[in-house]
C-alpha cells in the first residue's frame, strides 16, 4: 500500500527538522535568546522542535529558527525543569559537519 503522497511529504519534513535540532539549541530569527528545544505536535500525528518555553514566534515558521550550539539562555527555558533537562550543554556539543557533495 502506497502512503498518501502529502503525508510522506510532511512526514519527511518533519524528520529533517528532528534531525538538525538533535542535540543543538534553538534560536528563533536572529534574537540573542537561545531555547532549549522540545517536540510539538504538529499535524498527523508529527511533531516539529519548538521553544521549550513555549515562546511563539509569528510567521510561517520556514527558515525561522536555528539549531544553535549555543548554552540555553532564555529566562523562561531556565527556570522550567523539563525545559533545563531538554538543554543541551554547550560543552558536550560536536562541531557540525559541512555539507560536502556526495
Given at each position: 500500500m502506497?502512503?498518501?503522497?502529502?503525508?510522506?511529504?510532511?512526514?519527511?519534513?518533519?524528520?529533517?527538522?528532528?534531525?538538525?535540532?538533535?542535540?543543538?539549541?534553538?534560536?528563533?530569527?536572529?534574537?540573542?535568546?537561545?531555547?532549549?528545544?522540545?517536540?510539538?505536535?504538529?499535524?498527523?500525528?508529527?511533531?516539529?522542535?519548538?521553544?521549550?518555553?513555549g515562546?511563539?514566534?509569528?510567521?510561517?515558521?520556514?527558515?525561522?529558527?536555528?539549531?544553535?550550539?549555543?548554552?540555553?539562555?532564555c529566562?523562561?527555558?531556565l527556570?522550567?525543569?523539563?525545559?533545563?533537562?531538554?538543554?543541551?550543554?554547550?560543552?558536550?556539543?560536536?562541531?557540525?559537519?559541512?555539507?560536502?557533495?556526495?
Amino acid at each position: 500500500m502506497n502512503q498518501d503522497p502529502l503525508l510522506a511529504g510532511l512526514t519527511s519534513v518533519a524528520r529533517q527538522e528532528s534531525t538538525r535540532f538533535a542535540d543543538r539549541n534553538l534560536r528563533v530569527r536572529r534574537s540573542a535568546v537561545v531555547h532549549a528545544v522540545r517536540m510539538t505536535p504538529w499535524v498527523a500525528g508529527l511533531a516539529l522542535p519548538s521553544p521549550a518555553c513555549g515562546q511563539g514566534w509569528s510567521g510561517a515558521g520556514a527558515g525561522e529558527l536555528h539549531a544553535v550550539a549555543e548554552p540555553v539562555n532564555c529566562a523562561h527555558c531556565l527556570s522550567s525543569a523539563s525545559a533545563r533537562a531538554a538543554a543541551v550543554d554547550a560543552d558536550g556539543i560536536a562541531q557540525l559537519p559541512l555539507p560536502f557533495p556526495g
